[in-house]
C-alpha cells in the first residue's frame, strides 16, 4: 500500500505550487516585410521570409 498524507492540503497551496503549469500564449510579432503578424524567432508564413531573408517560397 502506497503512503497517504496525514492532512489536507490547502487550495491555495496547491495553486502555488502549479502556478506555472499553465498555457501562454505565443508572443506575436509583426513582418517587416508584409505587416502580417507571425511567432517571433519564426518565419513568417505570410511571405516566407525570416529576418528579411527569403526562407521558403509561398505560393498565392
Do not use: F, S
Request: hydrophobic share 25%; net charge positive; with cysteine.
Amino acid at each position: 500500500m502506497p503512503p497517504l498524507p496525514k492532512r489536507k492540503y490547502a487550495k491555495t497551496r496547491q495553486r502555488l505550487r502549479r502556478q506555472h503549469h499553465r498555457v501562454r500564449r505565443p508572443k506575436l510579432v509583426t513582418c517587416a516585410q508584409c505587416n502580417e503578424t507571425h511567432q517571433a524567432h519564426h518565419i513568417c508564413w505570410a511571405c516566407g521570409t525570416y529576418r528579411g531573408n527569403a526562407v521558403i517560397e509561398v505560393g498565392d
